[in-house]
Antibody, heavy 118, light 107 residues
């Protein structure tokens, strides 16, 4: 059974870079057919898609975050990662990693709360 | 970007009620529409893809319909475990976008 697990710091200082990694088990990122991505949810608010990546490196980014975001993949470790630069309090959220099939999010990680605060 | 608008934003209902939630896209998205259920402190759970295709393990009281710009999620007979927040998501084109959510509460 496919499992996705987010990892990374739970606290990031303003203006610094938020870095998260998603480890995939029960399936190979390199299999193809799927994109892998990140979605976030500020406390008490709705869902916001951030970025998606294919195992080959093809990417899509949210236009509103594109200037600050990099998504990358490491097929040897079966992981993909998110870097969000120059964070502010508005970036405080639960960050979910996900598997995406033809744009449809069919599997979600459990989520990790990242708080931006000094 | 395609804007997704859900209505209502919140809804109170009783166990056994039939409930409908609407999702409208700002432009046609064919049937590239998914529905998710989210309970407090949990990740979203996939319910329906392709507007009407029930995911494995999802109870048959859930159903989806629609095409183009207007979509409906129906719960035929509410159960206690159905009280949650529901989101629609379009995947016709990037950027992927979600509705703002509908909070379903116990009356």
């Amino acid at each position: 059974q496919l499992q996705l697990q987010e990892s990374g710091p739970g606290l990031v200082k303003p203006s610094e870079t938020l870095s998260l990694t998603c480890t995939v088990s029960g399936g190979s990122i390199s299999r193809g057919s799927y994109y892998w991505g990140w979605v976030r949810q500020p406390p008490g608010k709705g869902l916001e898609w951030i970025a998606s990546i294919y195992y080959s490196g093809s990417t899509y980014y949210s236009p509103s975050l594109k200037s600050r975001v990099t998504i990358s993949v490491d097929t040897s470790k079966n992981q993909f990662s998110l870097n969000l630069r120059s964070v502010t309090a508005a970036d405080t959220a639960v960050y979910y990693c996900a598997r995406i099939w033809n744009g449809y999010i069919d599997n979600w990680g459990q989520g990790t709360l990242v708080t931006v605060s000094s | 970007d395609i804007q997704m608008t859900q209505s209502p934003s919140s809804l109170s209902a009783s166990v056994g009620d039939r409930v409908t939630i609407t999702c409208r896209a700002s432009q046609g998205i064919s049937n590239y529409l998914a529905w998710f259920q989210q309970k407090p402190g949990k990740a979203p759970k996939s319910l329906i893809s392709a507007a009407s295709s029930l995911q494995s393990g999802v109870p048959s009281r859930f159903s989806g319909s629609g095409s183009g710009t207007d979509f409906i999620l129906t719960i035929s007979s509410l159960q206690p475990e159905d009280f949650a927040t529901y989101y629609c998501q379009q995947y016709d084109s990037y950027p992927i976008t979600f509705g703002q959510g509908t909070r379903l509460e116990i009356k």
